[in-house]
């Protein structure tokens, strides 16, 4: 059979298999294959347009491989009545740029492993709208959820492709998607096939995925796990007739590290190798459990192990006071592949600079945590109220995406290696204000920049009326410019209208520029004037290229 370099291969077979390998004619040693149980399921949707997923009678064991090179394969495998199979393969040509690494140009940025630029437009689409279950009676509900699931991810997927979006975090922790039962060590395979289907999803609109484990904080055995929060954070947990009693017990105890391990193989016979994952992340802001690096220096190399083609991480909770900042600082970001920040306005936060324009959210957060070592991310943004108590109370009324763009374009001028991915993408901020449109500027602007090999250098020419964000590189520079007065605080709380600046001047050598407005019915003009960079009648702020 022809196959290409980085395509995916799938084999499912009737018998239980023993071993499997998969040998090159040119390599000495063959690559042992994984087998896996396969449960095949069908999504349906009933007028409401409501998911159910039902599972067929039948399941199978399965392999799933990638090839790295070109060349002759072969598959053998022996199942476990003796009997043997082998299918040859012949590598040709190339599917896709392969897997996401961090650059070896320039380590603050990605590539793929061909050496072609990887710049993640990334968005949060963790987990699927909760649709509360009626109970039949008016106003009232029954506890139950129910899910849109896959259709409402294809939506999502098909408005972020069409707008540039290259890359999506998902929760598969989540329990839309988690294969975690009661148990430890068994697992409900059908869910699997769930996130097989999110991942074939992604393949059709070329959006690389983030995969997040875990984001439970709790073991508690004395609640119903019907309402949000719960249903979010709380885990019940069993091996072998013990019950698991504390996130302490958890982290410390080889027992539980082991179970925890096994099913991250579980995920790893399933998904690695396949270049639709952008990256592995251990857990969503563990910082919440407490003491949390002496595990993540044994696991997230662990990780690696099971997905050595991929980029592997953490995260951390929101960086808003001097708790969480010490977090920051003292986790072990070498042992992940990159370094990630959650950044919100918050009014109710510790830091002040938590409450300020959403550009010095960003700004202020980076020069806290960031040392240039190595590629980092804005890996959650937006704004809630106070002390994360919910979402933005001006998220309504912001229209125009205000907060959207400071938080998602800012990042991109001050060195990170990717855009700010905002959280609140639902019906929450990015979906009921339909801010997807917003993603293609900058996606525009830097569909032909290779940032690793420009070796880009932020400069800060802001003033008191106008934020501007320059990146000069070797052969292009990027910029933003933002309109102060154009800000939540005078915008969307005080309703008022953004001062145009007349004239905003600097001594840049600027020969050529192109802009790419962001808003409708924004007055703002570059232009090179005595060959230096200028602006003129700034309303609302602009994205812009130029060569010197």
């Not at 709208?129 to 009676?137: F, L």
């Not at 915008?491 to 600046?501: A, T, Y």
């Amino acid at each position: 059979m022809q196959i290409n370099v980085f395509e995916r291969i799938e084999r499912k077979f009737e018998t239980e298999i023993a071993s499997a390998a998969l040998a090159c004619d040119t390599l000495c040693e063959s690559l042992p294959l994984q087998p896996f149980v396969l449960q095949p399921i069908e999504l349906l949707y009933d007028e409401e347009g409501i998911e159910h997923c039902v599972q067929t009678d039948k399941q199978f064991y399965a392999l799933r491989f990638t090839v790295k090179k070109e060349g002759v394969y072969f598959l053998d495998v022996v199942f476990k009545d003796g009997k043997t199979y082998r299918e040859r393969f012949d590598a040709v040509g190339f599917s896709d740029n392969g897997y996401i690494r961090v650059s070896k140009k320039d380590a603050r940025y990605f590539e793929y492993s061909n050496g072609s630029p990887f710049f993640p437009i990334g968005i949060n689409l963790a987990f699927p709208r909760r649709i509360p279950v009626s109970n039949k009676k008016e106003f009232g509900i029954s506890g139950d959820i129910a899910f849109m699931g896959m259709r409402q991810y294809e939506r999502w997927f098909k408005r972020c492709a069409q707008n540039g979006v290259n890359m999506a975090r998902v929760w598969v922790g989540h329990e839309y998607f988690s294969p975690d039962t009661a148990e430890a060590n068994i697992f409900d395979y059908a869910q699997f096939s769930k996130i097989d289907k999110l991942l074939d999803l992604a393949k059709k609109y070329n959006i690389k995925l983030k995969l997040t484990l875990e984001q439970f904080r709790c073991f508690r055995y004395d609640t119903d796990n019907k309402d949000n929060v719960s249903r979010h954070f709380n885990k019940r947990l069993f091996l072998s007739g013990k019950r698991c009693e504390s996130i302490g017990q958890w982290l410390s105890e080889r027992e539980w590290k082991d179970a925890w391990l096994n099913k991250v193989r579980e995920f790893a016979k399933r998904y690695a190798g396949d270049t639709t994952v952008f990256a592995v992340e251990l857990w969503n802001e563990m910082n919440c459990l407490g003491d949390i690096n002496e595990w993540n220096r044994e696991m997230l190399p662990a990780v690696k192990a099971m997905f050595p083609d991929h980029l592997v991480v953490n995260s951390l909770g929101s960086l808003d006071n001097k708790y969480s900042l010490a977090n920051y600082l003292s986790f072990p970001w070498e042992r992940a592949d990159f370094k990630q920040m959650h950044r919100y306005l918050d009014q109710g936060a510790i830091f002040d600079d938590t409450k300020n324009d959403t550009v010095e959210v960003i700004q202020c957060g980076l020069k806290r945590i960031d040392k240039q070592d190595m590629p980092l991310l804005v890996a959650e943004t937006g704004a809630v109220n106070n002390n994360h108590s919910g979402e933005f109370k001006y998220y309504s009324c912001d229209d125009r995406g205000i907060i959207f763009i400071d938080c998602v374009y800012t990042p991109v001028f001050l060195c990170c290696a990717g855009c700010g991915n905002i959280w609140h993408w639902d019906e929450r901020y990015v979906e009921s204000k339909n801010l997807y449109k917003y993603y293609k500027p900058l996606a525009d602007m830097i569909s032909d920049i290779d940032f690793a090999n420009e070796n880009f250098k932020s400069t800060d020419l802001s003033d008191n009326d106008a934020y501007l964000f320059i990146l000069q590189g070797k052969t292009i520079n990027l910029g933003f410019i933002r309109n102060k007065s154009d800000s939540w605080k005078n915008v969307l709380r005080d309703m008022n209208e953004p001062k145009p600046l007349e004239k905003f001047e600097t001594d840049l050598p600027c020969k050529k520029i192109v802009a790419y407005p962001i808003w409708k019915g924004d007055t703002t003009k570059i232009y090179p004037e005595n060959g230096c960079l200028t602006f003129a009648n700034v309303l609302y702020g602009t994205i812009f290229k130029y060569n010197n």
